[in-house]
């Protein structure tokens, strides 16, 4: 591996890293005050599968695999787009780009169309997104 490819997917997963501690930190007052489980959902763009250390990465990265010991690991994926924007509005809706409109990274996911953060704020869940 090259020095700039893995400088790449050091980059990338310290940016990962922010936003854990970031999306941990709103969160724990909630759970303080709740019996409800916390879920936390990270979904990051450009990671292969083998990026973090648990799948196998060259790069150490301990805080993401500890989540991932105590947690759900996922051994397939799909998505319905290449592009962030429409990949993003297709997972939280459940909905195709040609029916979330979101074509491509130009036309953001506005929270519109309802999406499973809109069912879970319903059921009384306190719902924080973190990122684009």
């Not at 997917?9 to 969160?27: D, E, H, Q, S, W």
């Given at each position: ?22 999306l941990c930190a709103l969160n724990l007052s909630a759970a ?55 990949a993003r509005a297709g997972f939280a809706t459940g909905r195709y780009p040609h029916d979330t ?32």
């Amino acid at each position: 591996m090259t020095q700039a490819v893995c400088c790449a997917k050091t980059l990338r997963v310290k940016r990962i890293l922010l936003f854990l501690v970031a999306l941990c930190a709103l969160n724990l007052s909630a759970a303080s005050q709740s019996n409800r489980p916390n879920i936390v959902l990270i979904m990051a763009d450009d990671l292969g599968f083998a990026d973090i250390g648990c799948y196998g990465s060259e790069i150490r990265t301990p805080n993401l695999d500890a989540l991932a010991t105590r947690g759900i690991q996922f051994d397939s994926a799909y998505t319905n787009s290449a592009l962030c924007v429409p990949a993003r509005a297709g997972f939280a809706t459940g909905r195709y780009p040609h029916d979330t409109k979101c074509w491509d990274n130009a036309i953001a996911y506005d929270g519109r169309q309802p999406s499973w953060g809109h069912r879970l704020q319903a059921n009384g869940n306190k719902v924080v997104s973190i990122g684009k």
